[in-house]
């Protein structure tokens, strides 16, 4: 099998990155991976703990609110997408 995320980018991986680079003041410690698992595409993303924060948002509405977006950019491509967050 080969590794599609090399040619084509997966569906909501340049959506995470521009929301996140807009987001974060830490650019260079952004990370954004994604990769196609058995539940659908996995999105993985790490940033400073400085950035944490943000990414989370007050009681963890911002990061509710990516997760909701990605569902909709999932269904247009006929795909499950998930957000995982690793912590610093």
């Known amino acids: 099998m080969t590794d599609a995320t090399q040619t084509t980018p997966l569906p909501g991986h340049e959506f995470v990155q521009a929301v996140l680079s807009m987001l974060v003041e830490d650019k260079d410690q952004l990370v954004v991976e994604s990769k196609v698992d058995d539940l ?3 999105i993985t ?9 943000k990414l989370i948002g007050k009681g963890g509405q911002t990061i509710k609110s990516l997760r909701t977006l990605l569902r909709v950019v999932g269904g247009t491509a006929n795909q499950r997408v998930n957000l995982k967050v690793l912590e610093p």
């Open 40 to 42: 659908g595409i996995l």
């Open 45 to 53: 993303v790490k940033v400073s703990e400085r950035d944490m924060g």
